[in-house]
């Protein structure tokens, strides 16, 4: 029996990870942005993979508003939220919704529409190609062999496109600057002003470079733009936007 155990976990394993090297589309964080980018593109028939480095669904959203289990989105996401299934509370000129009921139908609805979503992995650098020059893959450690601080070298997947969906510190983006001729700084993000913020995060979302795309508060990050807080509709805005732009650019 502990043997079957075993063999099946690994063999199942070794099945998905072997489908996914080759994929169209690698999305890096499993938070807000990533997972509506996921469940957009695996839906339009995309080869979808989602690379997050914890070992939950949902990124900032779990946390609400300063634990308070609450999160506030403006109300032209309504539409989205019905794809989505998710119930909310009409606030003034905002909606509300439970924290755990949005990252449990963001994540539901991500996996169901065909994405895989895999757990307690960290991409902690790019593949890339010159003349043209183009990102075409992400190289991968397990979070544990990164937290240990173990020199263990990574291995590779290859992709169509990469979605830096990684948040505040626009993780991808960020070394791919240091280390690819991109010509870009990443400055990082601005203070609070949750408007502008959140309507220039969606205006901003898209290519960084050839195979290199931007979503959700990592969009902040590259182009200094202010921070916004618990409020989620630009999260969601950017990452079907980014979902539909590299749909465009691999048909
Ligand atoms: O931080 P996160 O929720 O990013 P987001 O989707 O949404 C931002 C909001 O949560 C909030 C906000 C709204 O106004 O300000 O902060 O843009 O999710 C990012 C996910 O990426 C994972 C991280 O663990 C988190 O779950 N992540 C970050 N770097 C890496 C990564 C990496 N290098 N490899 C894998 N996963």
Same mark, same amino acid.
């Given at each position: 029996?502990?043997?079957?155990?075993?063999?099946?976990?690994?063999?199942?394993?070794?099945?998905?990870?072997?489908?996914?090297?080759?994929?169209?589309?690698?999305?890096?964080?499993?938070?807000?942005?990533?997972?509506?980018?996921?469940?957009?593109?695996?839906?339009?028939?995309?080869?979808?993979?989602?690379?997050?480095?914890?070992?939950?669904?949902?990124?900032?959203?779990?946390?609400?508003?300063?634990?308070?289990?609450?999160?506030?989105?403006?109300?032209?996401?309504?539409?989205?939220?019905?794809?989505?299934?998710?119930?909310?509370?009409?606030?003034?000129?905002?909606?509300?919704?439970?924290?755990?009921?949005?990252?449990?139908?963001?994540?539901?609805?991500?996996?169901?529409?065909?994405?895989?979503?895999?757990?307690?992995?960290?991409?902690?650098?790019?593949?890339?190609?010159?003349?043209?020059?183009?990102?075409?893959?992400?190289?991968?450690?397990?979070?544990?062999?990164?937290?240990?601080?173990?020199?263990?070298?990574?291995?590779?997947?290859?992709?169509?496109? *990469? @979605?830096?969906? =990684? #948040?505040?510190?626009? %993780?991808?983006?960020? !070394? &791919?600057?240091?280390? +690819?001729?991109?010509?870009?700084?990443?400055?990082?993000?601005?203070?609070?002003?949750?408007?502008?913020?959140?309507?220039? *995060? @969606?205006?901003? =979302? #898209?290519?960084?470079? %050839?195979?290199?795309? !931007? &979503?959700?508060?990592? +969009?902040?990050?590259?182009?200094?733009?202010?921070?916004?807080?618990?409020?989620?509709?630009?999260?969601?805005?950017?990452?079907?936007?980014?979902?539909?732009?590299?749909?465009?650019?691999?048909?």
């Amino acid at each position: 029996m502990e043997a079957e155990i075993t063999q099946a976990i690994i063999e199942e394993a070794t099945k998905d990870w072997l489908n996914f090297t080759k994929s169209d589309v690698v999305i890096v964080g499993a938070g807000p942005a990533g997972l509506t980018a996921g469940t957009y593109l695996a839906e339009m028939g995309f080869k979808t993979v989602i690379f997050e480095r914890r070992l939950s669904f949902g990124g900032g959203i779990g946390g609400g508003g300063m634990l308070f289990h609450k999160i506030a989105l403006e109300k032209d996401v309504r539409k989205i939220l019905e794809h989505f299934n998710i119930r909310a509370v009409d606030k003034g000129t905002l909606l509300v919704c439970d924290a755990s009921e949005f990252m449990a139908k963001l994540a539901s609805k991500c996996v169901d529409a065909g994405a895989k979503i895999i757990h307690g992995v960290s991409v902690d650098d790019v593949i890339f190609r010159e003349n043209p020059l183009r990102i075409t893959g992400v190289c991968l450690q397990w979070s544990a062999v990164e937290i240990a601080g173990l020199h263990v070298d990574p291995i590779f997947v290859e992709c169509r496109a *990469v @979605v830096d969906a =990684t #948040g505040h510190d626009a %993780e991808v983006v960020a !070394v &791919a600057s240091r280390k +690819v001729p991109l010509g870009i700084k990443v400055p990082g993000e601005r203070s609070a002003f949750c408007e502008i913020g959140e309507d220039q *995060v @969606v205006e901003r =979302t #898209g290519k960084v470079v %050839e195979g290199l795309y !931007v &979503a959700g508060m990592a +969009v902040a990050s590259v182009y200094n733009l202010p921070r916004m807080g618990p409020i989620f509709g630009g999260m969601l805005k950017s990452g079907k936007k980014v979902a539909e732009l590299v749909a465009s650019d691999l048909r």
